[in-house]
Every structure is written in structure tokens, then in C-alpha cells.
């Protein structure tokens, strides 16, 4: 049993709804691990209570929390202070809460490049081709473009990849289905949609195109092993999986709400992995 002292630290993570949330379960473990007096919670919000209940908390004590959907774009609106993460991202996942003050930040694009180093790959190596335009391939593509890398993005709904270019410059677009046709030139392919999750089909993409020493990297964590992913390890092409992204995206709210600073290691993907096959 854990009891909390009265001046236990406080964070969680808002969403609508949040029930399908591994972060609890994942700074649970931190919190255990290093022995903390903190609490780290589910808080369901509706998006219409959204920024009246983040003051709320910040008013009751809380360090801070992290936000997932549908909350991101919301976060970023009303935060007193965001820093170039969240500028880049156009969306906040990270809020800590200081001097009266919410400050913003987005660990997703960090998260991507920390997982990408703790497999060996440098995210600089050479061009990159995303597929999708949602909000996580925002992220990603922005963080790689933050380093100097080559970025082309293909997306389904060509409209939607063409606002994202005018948030992104230095993007380049191609239709969805040249994406075969572009991947040789790229040491580094990433998807970011939804195919390949559990109950959707897979990406269908070429890899035999593949350049020599290309990265294979999927941000779908549910399964663990995408067929992407798979069909990466078949043809010996370096496979970077999307649960490591998400233990990363969490060590920075992590340090900032607890104090410590959280290592990301085989116990607690054990851990956070038992949990996404038991779903
Ligand atoms: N590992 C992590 O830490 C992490 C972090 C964030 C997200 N994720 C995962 O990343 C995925 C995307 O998240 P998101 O927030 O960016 O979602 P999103 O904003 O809803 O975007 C979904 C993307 O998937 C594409 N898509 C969906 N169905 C498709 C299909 N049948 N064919 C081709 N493209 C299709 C969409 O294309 P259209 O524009 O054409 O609809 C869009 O580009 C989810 O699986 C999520 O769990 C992982």
C-alpha cells in the first residue's frame, strides 16, 4: 500500500477519456521504483471544462500533468509560457505548473530521437520519409527538421499534409501512392499513421527499395511488433518499434513534477509492454 504524506507531489495526465492510458501505469513504476511520496493520476476532462479544471489543479497543488487527446491543442492555448518543443509542434503533451505559472512543452519529437539513440541510429544520418500527417508525424517531422534533416512526408489526404508543409518549412510533399518511389533516397522511413495497429491494416510500402543501412521506424506501439516491423526484421532492415517513444516522451515531466531524474531500461518496458499484451 502507498500512503502520501501531506506534501506529497501531485501529477496525472488529462484526456477525454483517459481510461486507455498506459502513463499512470508507466510513472507508477518510476514512483515505486525510486521510492517517491507522489501520486500520479487519471484525470478525465471534457474539452469544454479543459481550461477551467488545469487551473483547478494548479490551484489544488499539482506539479504539473501531461495531456493527451483531445486536449493538445488546447494546452498550448492556454499556456502562460510554451518553449520551442511545443512552438515547433503546434501542440503541448507536457504542463508544469510554477510561481502561478503553466508552462508548456512537447516531448513526443524527443521521445521519437531518444528511442531512435537508444537503438544505435543517429536521426541525422540522412533523409527521412514520414507517412502521415497527423499530430504525431507534426512532432516528428519537426523535430527532424529541427536537426538539419532532409524531410519528405507522404499522406493520405494530400490537403492535410499540404497545411501541415505551411506550419513546417523546408518540408517536401509527395502523393501517397509515390511513397515507394521515394523511399531509396531516405535512411530513415517512419510511420506515423494509424495503419499497422491493431484492427487496422498494415502500411503497404516496398522495403526491397530500401537503401542500404535504412531504419525502419513505426510509432504504433499496439501490437509491438507492427507487420512494418516485421517485414523490416525479415529482410534484415534495422526496426526501431514505437514503444520506446512513448517511455521516452515521459522523462522529462517525469524529472520536472518528481525531481528525478527516471531511467528508461528493460524492467519498465517489461512492465509497460505486459500491459499492452494483456489488452
Ligand atoms: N509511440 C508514441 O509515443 C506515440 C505518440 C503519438 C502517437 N502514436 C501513435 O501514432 C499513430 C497516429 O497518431 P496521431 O495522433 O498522429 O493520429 P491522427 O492525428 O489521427 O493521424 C492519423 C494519421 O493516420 C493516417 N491514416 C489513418 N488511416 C489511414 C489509412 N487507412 N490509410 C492511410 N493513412 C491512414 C491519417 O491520414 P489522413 O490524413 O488521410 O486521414 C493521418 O495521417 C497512432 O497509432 C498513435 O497511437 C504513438
Not at 477525454?16 to 517517491?36: A, T
Not at 521515394?182 to 517512419?190: I, K, R
Not at 520536472?256 to 500491459?275: C, K, M, Q, S
Request: net charge neutral; hydrophobic share 50%; charged share 20%.
Amino acid at each position: 500500500m502507498t500512503i502520501l504524506s501531506g506534501t506529497a507531489r501531485l501529477a496525472g495526465i488529462t484526456g477525454w477519456p483517459v481510461r486507455h492510458s498506459r502513463s499512470p501505469r508507466l510513472h507508477g513504476f518510476w514512483l515505486e521504483r525510486y521510492g517517491i511520496d507522489g501520486a500520479y493520476v487519471p484525470l478525465p476532462i471534457a474539452p469544454a471544462d479543459f481550461p477551467a479544471a488545469v487551473r483547478g489543479l494548479m490551484l489544488a497543488g499539482f506539479a504539473g500533468v501531461n495531456v493527451t487527446i483531445p486536449h493538445k491543442v488546447a494546452a498550448f492555448a492556454i499556456c502562460d509560457e510554451v518553449d520551442e518543443s511545443a512552438r515547433r509542434a503546434g501542440a503541448v503533451n507536457t504542463l508544469v505548473f510554477g510561481n502561478g505559472k503553466i508552462i508548456g512543452s512537447n516531448t513526443d519529437g524527443w521521445g521519437f530521437l531518444e528511442n531512435l539513440r537508444a537503438h544505435g541510429v543517429d536521426p541525422a544520418a540522412g533523409p527521412a520519409l514520414i507517412l502521415g500527417a497527423g499530430g504525431a508525424a507534426r512532432a516528428v517531422a519537426a523535430v527532424l527538421l529541427s536537426l538539419g534533416v532532409r524531410v519528405t512526408l507522404a499522406n493520405r489526404t494530400r490537403a492535410r499534409a499540404e497545411a501541415l508543409a505551411r506550419e513546417l518549412p523546408g518540408l517536401t510533399l509527395i502523393d501517397w501512392d509515390q511513397r515507394d518511389h521515394a523511399l531509396p533516397g531516405n535512411a530513415l522511413l517512419v510511420n506515423t499513421t494509424s495503419l499497422g495497429m491493431a484492427g487496422h491494416s498494415p502500411v503497404e510500402i516496398g522495403l526491397d527499395r530500401g537503401a542500404r543501412g535504412l531504419t525502419v521506424a513505426d510509432i504504433v506501439y499496439v501490437p509491438l511488433e507492427t507487420p512494418l516491423l516485421a517485414a523490416a526484421r525479415a529482410r534484415q532492415i534495422r526496426a526501431v518499434e514505437g514503444l520506446g517513444m512513448l517511455l521516452y516522451q515521459a522523462v522529462p515531466g517525469f524529472r520536472a513534477w518528481f525531481g528525478v531524474d527516471p531511467a528508461v531500461d528493460e524492467a519498465l518496458r517489461r512492465f509497460v509492454a505486459a500491459d499492452l499484451l494483456a489488452a
